[in-house]
Antibody
Framework: EVQLLQSGGALGQPGGSLRLSCAASEFTFSSYAMSWVRQAPGKGLEWVSGISGSGDSTYYADSVKGRFTISRDNSKNTLYLQMNSLRAEDTAVYYC????????????WGQGTLVTVSS | EIVLTQSPGTLSLSPGERATLSCWASQSVSSRYLAWYQQKPGQAPRLLIYGASSRATGIPDRFSGSGSGTDFTLTISRLEPEDFAVYYCQQYGSSLWTFGQGTKVEIK
């Protein structure tokens, strides 16, 4: 069974930085694109960033472009999201998700981690 | 960027009733890249439908998806107590993903 175990996050200050991690198991990690999706309190889902299986290609929503960096270490089966220049509006539960092959849907999700940006 | 609009915002139904949820796209979406998710409070979303009409692994056949172009539908043929949740449509295009704002299916 595919597992995505998230860590990191918690409390960050405006203008500060945080890093999220997502450890994958029970599938060939390097063969699949991955993404980050967030959900602000009481709001809907927002796609944040995506990365190809090799890590060569990365994609970002306009709301985080230039501030967040997605990366992966295929030797460690781990996905990362480096979050810089944090804003209050970045407060959300962040989910990592596995992109399910050619249909580009998110077929497995991490448990989510709450990021709160506040002074 | 393609905008997805879901309707209605809230659907109040009783167990055993049929639920029909709509998702409209601001421009044509490839059916291959249209998905539906279910989310319950405090839980991560769960993939229900991919490719507009294919059920994900373990999804009961009371869930079905249809549509093409700019108009897509998720149907739950007979609501079970565990189906009351929020449902999101999602599309992929030009290396970007977007979600609809969600439809809440609540117990009447």
């Amino acid at each position: 069974e595919v597992q995505l175990l998230q860590s990191g996050g918690a409390l960050g200050q405006p203008g500060g930085s945080l890093r999220l991690s997502c450890a994958a198991s029970e599938f060939t990690f390097s063969s699949y694109a991955m993404s980050w999706v967030r959900q602000a309190p009481g709001k809907g889902l927002e796609w944040v960033s995506g990365i190809s299986g090799s890590g060569d290609s990365t994609y970002y929503a306009d709301s985080v472009k230039g501030r967040f960096t997605i990366s992966r270490d295929n030797s460690k089966n781990t996905l990362y999201l480096q979050m810089n220049s944090l804003r209050a509006e970045d407060t959300a539960v962040y989910y990592c998700a596995k992109v399910g092959g050619g249909y580009k849907s998110f077929d497995n999700w991490g448990q989510g981690t709450l990021v709160t940006v506040s002074s | 960027e393609i905008v997805l609009t879901q309707s209605p915002g809230t659907l109040s139904l009783s167990p055993g009733e049929r639920a029909t949820l709509s998702c409209w796209a601001s421009q044509s979406v490839s059916s291959r890249y249209l998905a539906w998710y279910q989310q319950k409070p405090g839980q991560a979303p769960r993939l229900l439908i991919y490719g507009a009409s294919s059920r994900a692994t373990g999804i009961p056949d009371r869930f079905s998806g249809s549509g093409s172009g700019t108009d897509f539908t998720l149907t739950i043929s007979r609501l079970e107590p565990e189906d009351f949740a929020v449902y999101y449509c999602q599309q992929y295009g030009s290396s970007l993903w977007t979600f609809g704002q969600g439809t809440k299916v609540e117990i009447k």
